[in-house]
């Protein structure tokens, strides 16, 4: 392995898709792909390697017992043919990473940019934080209860909307809680326990996650000397939060870590589709889609 470049991990992915049911050469994958992302800030954690190699564990258990009837959907949603379109999955980790080495330059010079911050939180809960937790949920399910769950049904809700953080956080540790998670070794299961109730941080907790994506989305925060209130409305029933621009950088590296682990998990994923399916990459301009 060339740890660091990108010759690296091409070789352990041309490696993970030829044996996409070795849990080691798909945890290989994954464990580059997050020290690639979190580049200077990587610290060697055993506990991440941990949670990880659960990620692993689930993609081989999903994907030796996925329904071949499952396939054809897997393709269309991911070609982005299917009902909805996941932009995040496709992105190159380095569009991902880039904005926030801006910021921290700009952090490093004592130039407050809790704006940009808070569109950077948004752009990652949804992109990558979102989908790839609703992702893990579906394997999960695969792994234990019904290999012919198709994966459009998992990301979307009976009226159509895709499905919420709270529901990927909430559902998988229904699922850990279970002795249906004996799949995973033990130490997997009590450090995925612990990286899904404690998303988030001290000062923000991790039940509000699910809902900062839609008020920053909205506009639903106004600036103020020093920081930003978030949560305006509906006025009478807001939890309504006021964060300085220290809580708020600290809430963007700690999204960003998030992110990287699950952008880890995402890389994994694609791969063991592939082995399954074949090229999934979608031609981005065809006919139908152009205005």
Same mark, same amino acid.
């Given at each position: 392995?060339?740890?660091?470049?990108?010759?690296?991990?091409?070789?352990?992915?041309? @490696? #993970?898709?030829?044996?996409?049911?070795?849990?080691?050469?798909?945890?290989?994958? %994954? !464990?580059?792909?997050?020290?690639?992302?979190?580049?200077?800030?990587?610290k060697?954690?055993?506990?991440?390697?941990?949670?990880? %190699?659960?990620?692993?564990e689930?993609?081989?258990?999903?994907? $030796?017992?996925? $329904?071949?009837?499952?396939? +054809?959907?897997?393709?269309?949603?991911?070609?982005?043919?299917?009902? !909805?379109?996941?932009?995040?999955? *496709?992105? $190159?980790?380095?569009?991902?990473?880039?904005?926030?080495?801006?910021?921290?330059?700009?952090?490093?010079?004592?130039?407050?940019?809790?704006?940009? @911050?808070?569109?950077?939180?948004?752009?990652?809960? @949804?992109?990558?934080?979102?989908?790839?937790?609703?992702?893990?949920? *579906?394997? #999960?399910?695969?792994?234990?209860?019904?290999?012919?769950?198709?994966?459009? !049904?998992?990301?979307?809700?009976?009226?159509?909307?895709?499905?919420s953080?709270?529901?990927?956080?909430?559902?998988?540790?229904? *699922?850990?809680?279970?002795?249906?998670?004996?799949?995973?070794s033990?130490?997997?299961?009590?450090?995925?326990?612990?990286?899904?109730?404690?998303?988030?941080?001290?000062?923000?907790? $991790?039940?509000?996650?699910s809902?900062?994506?839609? *008020?920053?989305?909205?506009?639903?925060?106004?600036?103020?000397?020093?920081?930003?209130?978030?949560?305006?409305?509906?006025? @009478?029933?807001?939890?309504?939060?006021?964060?300085?621009?220290?809580?708020?950088?600290?809430?963007?590296?700690?999204?960003?870590?998030? #992110?990287?682990?699950?952008? #880890? !998990?995402?890389?994994?994923?694609?791969?063991?589709?592939?082995?399954?399916?074949?090229?999934?990459? +979608?031609?981005f301009?065809?006919?139908?889609?152009?205005?």
């Open positions: 392995m060339t740890d660091g470049n990108g010759q690296g991990f091409g070789k352990l992915w041309d @490696e #993970a898709i030829l044996d996409p049911l070795n849990k080691e050469k798909m945890f290989n994958l %994954g !464990f580059l792909m997050y020290k690639l992302l979190m580049g200077a800030d990587y060697s954690d055993k506990s991440n390697e941990h949670i990880i %190699g659960g990620f692993a689930l993609l081989t258990e999903a994907f $030796s017992k996925v $329904s071949d009837d499952v396939l +054809p959907d897997l393709k269309r949603s991911l070609s982005y043919d299917g009902a !909805f379109v996941e932009p995040g999955i *496709w992105e $190159s980790p380095q569009f991902r990473v880039f904005p926030h080495l801006l910021l921290e330059e700009s952090l490093k010079k004592g130039e407050a940019q809790t704006l940009l @911050e808070l569109l950077m939180i948004a752009h990652d809960l @949804e992109a990558y934080v979102r989908p790839n937790l609703l992702r893990i949920v *579906w394997l #999960a399910k695969l792994s234990t209860e019904n290999p012919t769950i198709l994966y459009s !049904f998992s990301q979307l809700k009976g009226d159509g909307e895709q499905g953080i709270g529901y990927g956080i909430d559902g998988m540790i229904k *699922w850990l809680n279970s002795n249906k998670s004996d799949i995973l033990t130490t997997e299961k009590e450090e995925l326990i612990q990286f899904y109730t404690s998303i988030g941080t001290r000062d923000i907790p $991790s039940s509000l996650l809902e900062l994506r839609n *008020w920053i989305v909205h506009r639903d925060f106004i600036m103020i000397d020093g920081g930003v209130i978030i949560n305006l409305h509906p006025a @009478e029933s807001a939890k309504r939060i006021q964060a300085t621009t220290v809580q708020i950088t600290e809430l963007r590296r700690t999204t960003l870590g998030l #992110a990287a682990l699950l952008k #880890a !998990f995402n890389s994994m994923f694609l791969a063991s589709v592939v082995s399954k399916v074949g090229d999934i990459a +979608p031609s301009i065809k006919p139908r889609h152009r205005m």
